[in-house]
């Protein structure tokens, strides 16, 4: 779905280069998160796949087309494109922000009325009581919802975002991260994520590209990434806990037995992380945890010894 082809960027002729010589393939369907330190050429990066940048060298192909033979603002209208701040229009109202591009790409009222109660819906919010309000009436997690709502709102195949929940509080943001990613399983796209957050990018992403001086040190799965880092570099970006990190990939479910735990043990769901079981475990000063359903029946046990042979 998207080709980046050595691809270089210089913002002037005899200067440094900010993106160099990168190479990038982002499979059809899939979420690639770009991370790595402030400089490092990131969001230049994705800057360029939908021509907010033009590379100075290289090749740039999202389906299929070459995107420095297409308009930028035709390019930009079929690729969704969310960013920290949400950047929605602030004398419209939720109704009118999230027909934006449909409006432009000549739809009919019936069809934005209807995408835009179908968009509300999906990500969580009520079209009765948003549709009419206007972003400062807004908290910042709808404010956001929304901004995810409009990259939609043309059922593009590609989504740009751009740190898309730095600016919310931690607790929502896990909260929309979730969320989010529930979408994704939802409506398939392919999705490039810039963050400065490892565990987000962890989190969201199918595969991360860590970048270092405008070029990628290493692409691969989390799980790889985090159980063999590429370089020094790599190994030090991830940190020490990165094995404690790679238990955020693996669910209760995936490592529980059906054995039946002895009463008076904590409880864990088999939805929950295996970080978030080996937390549990610590705190409770165990080595079992009982698996509970949501009706509160007992489906199995975890062990301290299968979250390790994870």
């Known amino acids: 779905m998207i080709n980046m082809e050595h691809v270089t960027k210089r913002f002037a002729a005899d200067g440094p280069a ?13 979420t690639t998160a770009l ?8 969001t230049t990066t994705m800057r360029m796949i939908n021509r907010l940048i033009d590379p100075t060298e290289g090749k740039i192909i999202v389906n299929g087309e070459d995107v420095t033979k297409v308009d930028p603002v035709q390019l930009r209208r079929h690729i969704g494109y969310v960013i920290q701040q949400v950047g929605l229009f602030p004398h419209m109202t939720i109704a009118q922000n999230i027909a934006a591009v449909p409006k432009l790409l000549g739809w009919t009222e019936a069809k934005i009325t209807s995408r835009t109660e179908e968009l509300l ?65 939802r409506v398939r796209k392919t ?22 001086s405008g070029k990628i040190v290493q692409y691969d799965t989390p799980d790889s990434v985090l159980s063999h880092p590429a370089d020094a570099f790599v190994e030090n970006f991830v ?21 039946t735990p002895s009463t008076g043990v ?30 509160g029946a007992v489906k199995g046990q975890l062990t301290r010894d299968a979250i390790f042979a994870v």
């Not at 997690?141 to 919310?168: H, S, T």
């Open 35 to 42: 991370i790595g330190p402030s400089g490092c050429g990131k």
């Open 191 to 212: 999705v490039v994520l810039v963050t400065h957050d490892l565990d987000e990018a962890i989190r969201l992403g199918d595969r991360i590209a860590i970048m270092k």
């Open 239 to 259: 940190g020490i806990d990165r094995a404690i990190k790679r238990l955020s990939l693996f669910t209760v479910h995936d490592a529980m037995n059906t054995t």
């Open 121 to 185: 819906d999906l990500v969580g919010l009520d079209p009765c009581e948003m549709l009419k309000r206007y972003p400062r009436q807004l908290s910042g997690g709808q404010r956001q919802r929304i901004g995810v709502a409009r990259a939609l709102a043309a059922d593009p195949p590609v989504l740009l975002m751009d740190e898309p929940f730095g600016a919310i509080d931690p607790i929502a943001r896990t909260r929309l991260q979730d969320e989010f990613r529930q979408i994704l399983r």
């Open 266 to 295: 904590s409880t864990v769901a088999p939805t929950s992380s295996l970080r978030d079981a080996l937390a549990l475990m610590v705190a409770a000063n165990s080595d079992v945890l009982a698996v509970v359903d949501e009706s």
């Open 18 to 30: 900010s993106v160099d010589d990168l190479s990038l393939v982002v499979p059809e369907g899939t």
